[in-house]
């Protein structure tokens, strides 16, 4: 079965400085990661996701993630917070084959940057 | 937006109650999904549909009945519902039939549910 740890519920980072939000997975073989935002009253919006190549993946407003395979890891970064950056960050994965294509999302982390 | 609407926005309902969501999507996708949102939990899949036919089905009570009447269009119907299925529903569409793990989701704002 295919699984998403989300570690941290709230991230808290002052505005200018780096953040990181965390994301490990289980799931057997190579998987597709995603990762998603939700702003306040709105669904989830696609933010980047990992198919395959570069092991860095750039994506919506400033965001990045690095897909670890050794440590089965797909945080989320960005090198300078924004206040608008605060919302409810979600990863998800899929495997590639022989599994479920539906997504298993993790808990959410609500990320919260100071000004 | 995303191109996917959701109507009613919020909902109160009684228990004996029956009311439904409605989920458009206006991106020419194949496959639409209902989701369960609760507080500090993950996204719990309901249904999914792959041009217009039931591919999933996660174990969701009966008072809950979904209906895809083509692929533009998705249905979740409630019927005597308890107060711990309060929450937001959210669905969601993506481009691709079923075996395509890349395929990005789309989703609609939600529908925020309150049973009393």
């Known amino acids: 079965a295919q699984s998403v740890a989300q570690p941290e519920d709230q991230v808290n980072v002052a505005e200018g400085n780096p953040l990181t939000v965390k994301c490990t997975y289980s799931?057997?073989?190579?998987?597709?990661l995603f990762w998603y935002v939700q702003y306040p009253n709105r669904g989830l919006q696609f933010l980047l996701k990992y198919i395959t190549g570069d092991n860095l993946v750039k994506g919506s407003y400033g965001f990045e993630a690095e897909f670890n395979k050794s440590q089965t890891s797909f945080h989320l970064k960005k090198p300078s917070a924004l206040v608008s950056d605060s919302a409810l960050y979600f990863c998800a994965v899929r495997p590639r084959t022989g599994g479920s294509y539906i997504p298993t999302f993790g808990r959410g982390t609500s990320l919260i940057v100071h000004p | 937006e995303t191109g996917v609407t959701q109507t009613p926005r919020h909902l109160v309902m009684g228990m004996t109650n029956k009311k439904s969501l409605k989920c458009e999507q206006h991106l020419g996708h194949n496959a639409m999904y209902w989701y369960k949102q609760s507080a500090k939990k993950p996204l719990e899949l309901m249904f999914v549909y792959s041009l217009e036919e039931r591919v999933e089905n996660n174990s969701v009570p009966s008072r809950f009945s979904p209906e895809c009447p083509n692929s533009s269009h998705l249905f979740l119907h409630l019927h005597t519902l308890q107060p711990e299925d309060s929450a937001l529903y959210l669905c969601?569409?993506?481009?691709?039939?079923?075996?395509?793990?890349?395929?990005?989701?789309?989703f609609g704002p939600g529908t925020r549910l309150t049973v009393l």
């Open positions: 799931v057997s073989g190579n998987p597709y």
């Open positions: 969601a569409s993506s481009q691709a039939v079923v075996g395509q793990g890349s395929d990005t989701q789309y």
